[in-house]
């Protein structure tokens, strides 16, 4: 970890943010959402899936490119929805992290600032400054509104959606305006080194206040952001299955060298050791990110060591034999994070059930039913909590928060749930409604 005067950095950064008014002065009301400052979803998409649909609609196109009176046509809704998204990403502005108001700790404004998301200013504190002069609690679960007056993780999560969708839309619709627009948006988020974010997350879920609890430097928690990285390498791969004219060998070079040292300081910084030393749905995301970056650049052998950890040790632990996940059901919002950590696992399931380039088969054997069905159980025990078969673990859940994984299970075990289980067609997150892109043909029916 980087040797920096951390308190000084930090008083100062502080200082800034008080004169700015960009913090508080008091408690705010709660915002409700457990992760309402995050809007994206590591969900696993096929690219042979993705080309293959792609063709759908190349074909479609063909046939009725004469009866269309000008006006958009397509086999599916979906396709007329990525079209409005992509057509909206293109007027967007370019993402960066470097526009913040003050610097991070570092003195660096390309490196990665965040909040702890559920620390709050002691409320038996009486000082005027709060956010500086009182100890800082944690309050799982209540997001402490201080967290939207970072834009990192927001800019983060907008690249990848953006630049993921563009160049789906340059794939599908043969369009190379939009692979431009998604070229220009990576080149300023992780090529220009002007604008570009460093290759770490060493500010990330900072603790304020003077108290025990304060940091001023980042925590092993703060590396689940990093879950959004995985949307960019998807991008970058897409692009070259569309053969994008925009998108050259030099970028590609570019963003491998970037994971590459991404990927070492996911193995090598104390917070990131840290981090790949819990046992919740922390540990699943950080293993899934670590995997998709080592699967970008090249490092196998990280894989096989990882994921075979993982499933030996750390799956037991978190799926019982009737699909409860202890270590999730714990939390204040046990039905968000089992189904958190779900969403995870199903991405998993997909990861390693892939060919591993060093011994020609799966990373793991039968990767769905570890354990005695352990994911497949999970999945079914939460949609019994919905209907109320299997106990009230949190008021008000719905099935919303776990369609992703209903689907990915029912994508390889169509008999569980065609024609059973409908899935969500209006996500309040837009991106969210492009599934039947990376869902094979033959099911999209299966889940309306």
């Known amino acids: 970890m980087k040797l920096i005067p951390t308190f000084l950095a930090l008083s100062a950064a502080v200082a800034n943010l008080a004169q700015a008014d960009l913090i508080a002065p008091a408690l705010t009301p709660v915002v409700p959402t457990p992760i309402s400052f995050s809007n994206y979803t590591l969900e696993w998409k096929s690219l042979t899936t993705l080309v293959e649909n792609a063709a759908i609609y190349r074909i479609f196109h063909a046939k009725n490119k004469g009866s269309s009176h000008g006006k958009f046509s397509a086999p599916h809704p979906v396709y007329q929805t990525l079209k409005d998204l992509a057509d909206e990403a293109v007027a967007k502005p370019l993402y960066t992290i470097v526009n913040k108001p003050f610097l991070p700790p570092s003195g660096d404004k390309r490196d990665w600032l965040s909040f702890a998301p559920y620390w709050w200013p002691s409320p038996s504190c009486n000082a005027t400054d709060k956010n500086n002069d009182c100890p800082f609690i944690q309050m799982d679960g209540q997001v402490n509104p201080d967290v939207y007056k970072l834009n990192d993780q ?137 995997t998709t970056i080592s699967d970008f650049i090249g490092n196998y052998s990280t894989i096989e060591s990882r994921v075979t950890t993982f499933f030996n040790n750390a799956l037991p632990g978190q799926i019982t ?124 029916d299966c889940f309306n």
Request: net charge negative; glycine share 6%.
């Open 321 to 444: 034999a009737n699909g409860t996940q202890p270590l999730e059901e714990v939390r204040t919002l046990p039905f968000h994070y089992s189904a958190f950590n779900l969403d995870a696992l199903t991405y998993m399931a997909n990861f390693v059930s892939q060919r591993d380039p060093l011994t020609h088969g799966p990373y793991i054997a039968n990767a769905w039913n570890q354990t005695g069905d352990s994911i497949i159980s999970a999945v079914n025990r939460l949609i019994d909590v919905v209907h109320g078969t299997a106990g009230q673990i949190e008021p008000g859940a719905d099935l919303s928060e776990a369609d992703y994984s209903i689907r990915a299970v029912g994508i390889q075990y169509p008999k569980l749930y065609c024609k059973k289980y409908h899935a969500i067609q209006n996500h309040t997150v837009p991106y969210l409604n492009l599934w039947p892109l990376w869902t094979p043909r033959l099911l999209w």
């Open 154 to 290: 927001r800019n983060l999560e907008y690249v990848s959606l953006d630049t993921e969708t563009l160049a789906m839309a340059s794939l599908v619709f043969d369009d190379d305006s939009y692979g431009q627009k998604a070229t220009d948006m990576l080149r300023c988020f992780f090529l220009n080194n002007e604008t570009r974010m460093n290759p770490n997350l060493e500010y990330g879920q900072i603790i304020r206040g003077n108290g025990k609890s304060a940091t001023h430097i980042g925590r092993a928690e703060g590396i689940i952001s990093a879950r959004a990285l995985v949307s960019p390498i998807r991008a970058v791969k897409i692009l070259q299955l569309a053969k994008a004219r925009s998108w050259q060998k030099n970028d590609t070079a570019g963003m491998v060298d970037w994971f590459t040292q991404f990927h070492d300081w996911l193995i090598e910084d104390k917070i990131a050791i840290d981090e790949s030393n819990t046992k919740n749905n922390h540990l699943t995301y950080y293993t899934n990110t670590l």
